[in-house]
């Protein structure tokens, strides 16, 4: 069975940091490229980075480059999200979701349409 297991989230300070942690089971991450997204209360899910299946790419929203960076453990069958210089907007439930949607092994988009299993999420508040 397919399972997506977020953790890591909490509450930090402006310009504080958090590193979330996708824990997938009943697949390898070989085959499947790996998003993550949020929510904002009021707001539509959004796409926030993504990683290929080969690992070799990522790509990330225009909001979040310089500041998140994506990465992988293929023998821990996990994604990260380090989040740094966090803001209060980025203040929102994050998601990690997984799909084979591409082809192409060095692809991955932050589509949500294009993602077919999803974690149950975890809080990330930015306040102080």
């Known amino acids: 069975q397919l399972q997506l297991v977020e953790s890591g989230g909490g509450l930090v300070q402006p310009g504080g940091s958090l590193r979330l942690s996708c824990a997938v089971s009943?697949?390898?991450?070989?085959?499947?490229?790996i998003g993550w997204f949020r929510q904002a209360p009021g707001k539509e899910r959004e796409g926030v980075s993504c990683?290929?299946?080969?690992?070799?790419?990522?790509n990330y929203a225009d909001s979040v480059k310089g500041r998140f960076t994506i990465s992988r453990d293929g023998a821990k069958n996990t994604v990260y999200l380090q989040m740094n210089s966090l803001k209060p907007e980025d203040t929102a439930v994050y998601y990690c979701?997984?799909?084979?949607?591409?082809?192409?092994?060095?692809?991955?988009?932050?589509?949500?349409?294009?993602?077919?299993?999803w974690g149950q999420g975890t809080q990330v508040t930015v306040s102080s």
């Open positions: 979701a997984a799909t084979t949607y591409y082809s192409d092994y060095d692809e991955c988009s932050q589509r949500r349409g294009e993602y077919d299993y």
């Open positions: 990683v290929s299946a080969s690992g070799g790419s990522t």
């Open positions: 009943g697949f390898t991450l070989d085959y499947y490229a």
